[in-house]
T-cell receptor
């Protein structure tokens, strides 16, 4: 099973709302990632969790707050977003150790900020 | 110079054609190379994964890595309309959770 699941598939929120994106994998992977992807652009790395600890934060604004409750789950909490934050938010996972680092992506959450 | 260069296309070919997609890179430390396929409004799907130089074949897909030229390729044989998607190359210098560096992606259309 090489599946990464993400919920919700679509999300529309106002600039004052608080919402959360969820990601789950059951491949035993120990590294999980959040990416942001704008139309016709490649994914941009936001955060990396390795063994449930935040290891990389690519200078993401504090209105995005990641959380890794356990090795299978990754959340992204959203608060006071701007319209320019509208994008496809992708979660990915990889083994996190050893010589392999193929990343497997979820289907994404399409976020629209009004 | 960007770390990874990829022609964004669009590339349009007839059904059954051989498609060649390419990326060049500047960082000689890259040693893990991946190709992803992304359909419109979906997440990227890992197609091929290669470590260091050489070829790897999987069905109609062949990935080639030439580290001496800092050049990677993905060949698609007998292309099908279902291959119409954006193809992203990605690479990294390390294993584990080392971040990937993506190319811009090439949009491919296979016309029936």
């Amino acid at each position: 099973d090489t599946e990464v699941t993400q919920t919700p598939k679509h999300l529309v929120m106002g600039m004052t709302n608080k919402k959360s994106l969820k990601c789950e994998q059951h491949m035993g992977h120990r590294a999980m990632y959040w990416y942001k992807q704008k139309a016709k652009k490649p994914p941009e790395l936001m955060f990396v969790y390795s063994y449930e600890k935040l290891s990389i934060n690519e200078s993401v604004p504090s209105r995005f707050s990641p959380e890794c409750p356990n090795s299978s789950l990754l959340n992204l909490h959203l608060h006071a977003l701007q319209p320019e934050d509208s994008a496809l938010y992708l979660c990915a996972s990889s083994q996190g150790g050893g010589p392999y680092n193929e990343q497997f992506f979820g289907p994404g959450t399409r976020l629209t900020v009004l | 110079q960007k770390e990874v260069e990829q022609d964004p296309g669009p590339l349009s070919v007839p059904e059954g054609a051989i498609v060649s997609l390419n990326c060049t890179y500047s960082n000689s430390a890259f040693q893990y190379f991946m190709w992803y396929r992304q359909y419109s409004r979906k997440g990227p799907e890992l197609l091929m994964y290669t470590y260091s130089s050489g070829n790897k074949e999987d069905g109609r897909f062949t990935a080639q890595v030439d580290k001496s030229s800092k050049y990677i390729s993905l060949f698609i044989r007998d292309s099908q309309p279902s291959d119409s998607a954006t193809y992203l190359c990605a690479m990294s210098a390390g294993s584990g959770n080392t971040p990937l560096v993506f190319g811009k992606g090439t949009r491919l259309s296979v016309i029936a």
